[in-house]
Nanobody
C-alpha cells in the first residue's frame, strides 16, 4: 500500500520561512506528479505547487516567487520551501501523489503564520 508521510510545518511568524517534506513509501515506481495542496478554514482545498518527474513545476499565483517545490525521484520525495510567509498562507497542507490510476494523499500538516 502506497503512503505519503509528511513532515514540517508548525507555527512561524509572518515574513519567515518553513519547509515541508513528503516521502512516498510502499512503491518502487516513480510517481508522475507530486505536489502540495492546502486548505484554510472555511475554504476549499487548493493546489499550491506541483512537480513532475521531469522537473516541470506549477505554482498557484499567490505563492509564485515565494515558494519553491523540488523532488528526489529516486526517493519519491518532494519538498516545499516556503519563504516570505503571509498570514493567508495559514492552513493544513497536504502532500499529493498522482499517477494514472493512483491518487494518494498525506495526512496533512498544519502551517500557521502569525502576523
Amino acid at each position: 500500500q502506497v503512503q505519503l508521510v509528511e513532515s514540517g510545518g508548525g507555527l512561524v511568524q509572518a515574513g519567515g520561512s518553513s519547509r515541508l517534506s513528503c516521502t512516498a513509501s510502499g512503491t518502487i515506481f516513480s510517481i508522475n506528479y507530486m505536489g502540495w495542496y492546502r486548505q484554510a478554514p472555511g475554504k476549499e482545498r487548493e493546489l499550491v505547487a506541483r512537480i513532475s518527474t521531469g522537473g516541470s513545476t506549477m505554482y498557484a499565483d499567490s505563492v509564485k516567487g515565494r515558494f519553491t517545490i523540488s523532488r528526489d525521484n529516486a526517493k519519491n520525495a518532494v519538498t516545499l520551501q516556503m519563504n516570505s510567509l503571509k498570514s493567508e498562507d495559514t492552513g493544513v497542507y497536504y502532500c499529493n501523489g498522482y499517477s494514472p490510476g493512483v491518487n494518494i494523499w498525506g495526512q496533512g500538516t498544519q502551517v500557521t503564520v502569525s502576523s
